[in-house]
């Protein structure tokens, strides 16, 4: 996705990075990639704010993570989670932050503060002006959308294996040592494409049309 990420803004185009949750601990990295001080300081204020929210709920966010689900594949601290997700937002400049549902402001990389559940994720993406959505899963969740079509890939090989009904692309070819990342993302990149164009992603076909939007009460 990085990869993809990095071809898209080359072209011309925008890529949304959210779930910031998901980017605790890798605020340094992200900070340095900043068009400007100020957008710098939005990624902390932004990752900051999350984790001061849990702990107004006597939750600990960096003490609570990774999740047994992550665990057991193979993860094991937040910081190794994190740079796992921020990658595939890929290697170009943050232009801005945006708010839950903010419009876009322009080309490139956006960070958009959403948080870390997925179907208020990409509802958050898509309200913002996102006309297509790439997303990984390890587990497999099987998440839609009633406005812009969700590309789901998964690197984890048995995750495929049980789901290639819900899975549109599979990843796994990297880990297996089949594929470099540059041949498995220009696949992808192809089937972004061919999307884009009209190709049916499986949760169409199945119907998967999850719709959440960011609650009073804040969800983690």
Not at 2 to 22: C, N
Not at 41 to 64: C, H, M, P, Q
Not at 175 to 180: A, C, H
């Amino acid at each position: 996705m990085g990869y993809v990420s990095d071809k898209l803004i080359d072209l011309g185009g925008t890529v949304i990075l959210s779930e910031t949750p998901e980017m605790i601990g890798a605020e340094d990295i992200l900070a340095k990639r900043a068009a400007s001080r100020e957008v710098a300081d939005k990624v902390y204020s932004v990752i900051r704010r999350w984790v001061e929210l849990a702990a107004s709920y006597n939750v600990d966010l960096v003490g609570t993570q990774p999740s047994p689900g992550n665990i057991a594949g193979g993860i094991s601290t937040i910081e190794e989670k994190s740079l796992g997700a921020i990658i595939k937002g890929g290697s170009r400049q943050i232009q801005g932050v945006l708010n839950y549902a903010e419009e876009v402001k322009g080309k490139g990389l956006w960070i958009m503060d959403t948080p870390g559940y997925d179907i208020m994720s990409v509802v958050g993406m898509v309200a913002g002006g996102a006309t297509l959505v790439v997303f990984t899963t390890g587990r497999g969740t099987p998440t839609g959308n009633p406005i812009a079509p969700v590309i789901k890939v998964t690197a984890n090989p048995y995750t495929y294996g049980k789901m290639k009904e819900n899975i549109d692309f599979d990843a796994s070819t990297v880990v297996n040592g089949m594929e470099t990342i540059e041949q498995a993302g220009g696949r992808l990149l192809n089937l972004v494409l061919e999307v884009a164009r009209g190709k049916h992603t499986k949760a169409e076909l199945l119907g998967h049309t999850e719709f959440v939007i960011h609650k009073i009460i804040p969800s983690f």
